[in-house]
């Protein structure tokens, strides 16, 4: 796991499973617009969340691309589920911004609900066809942007699944800083 540092807020770059990070208070899930069960990072939280997760979130839809809504995370390991629909790639529009928006969303949420620890997944590289290096350096510049401004939010999490994607954010994190 690589660490950076700035005004006590704490970035951390791993590998692993979204679903299986008990020590954060919030996990991120990259949703649909329409807040039901889809693939990779979605399914498995869903899945691992249980059926109320939907319950709960689904009459908040649609939400729009960079929106993000908090639920409860029920059988998760996690307090809290924060809910963010990344842009489509080259079809959501400006899909920088609005991939941005995402962590800024989250992150502004995290801060309103007293939330300390956050887990974000690679948003928007999957279905939705986000370049990952791409993906790494918005992700990393809007997190890096908005960790100077937090009073509450102490750890922020990238939680990649694989060794590929995992590389990359780190290689963007350490040209970043």
Do not use: W
Not at 60 to 88: E, S
């Amino acid at each position: 796991m690589e660490y950076y540092t700035i005004n006590k807020v704490v970035l951390q770059i791993t590998k692993g499973d979204i679903t299986r990070q008990p020590d954060v208070e919030a996990i991120v899930n990259a949703a649909n617009a329409q807040l039901i069960p889809g693939l990779g990072v979605d399914e498995a939280i869903h899945r691992a969340a249980g059926p109320e997760l939907f319950e709960e979130a689904h009459p908040f839809a649609p939400i729009l691309p960079g929106q993000a809504i908090l639920t409860k995370g029920y059988r998760l390991p996690n307090k809290y589920v924060i809910h963010c629909l990344g842009p489509v790639f080259n079809v959501d529009m400006p899909h920088d911004v609005l991939l941005a928006n995402c962590f800024r969303n989250a992150l502004h949420i995290c801060e309103e609900h007293s939330i300390k620890s956050i887990a974000f997944p690679a948003i928007s590289t999957g279905a939705f066809g986000y370049p990952p290096a791409e993906a790494a350096q918005v992700t990393i510049e809007a997190i890096l942007n908005k960790m100077p401004k937090l009073k509450i939010t102490e750890i922020i999490r990238l939680v990649l699944f694989g060794q590929q994607i995992y590389e990359i954010f780190i290689e963007t994190l350490k040209k970043r800083v």
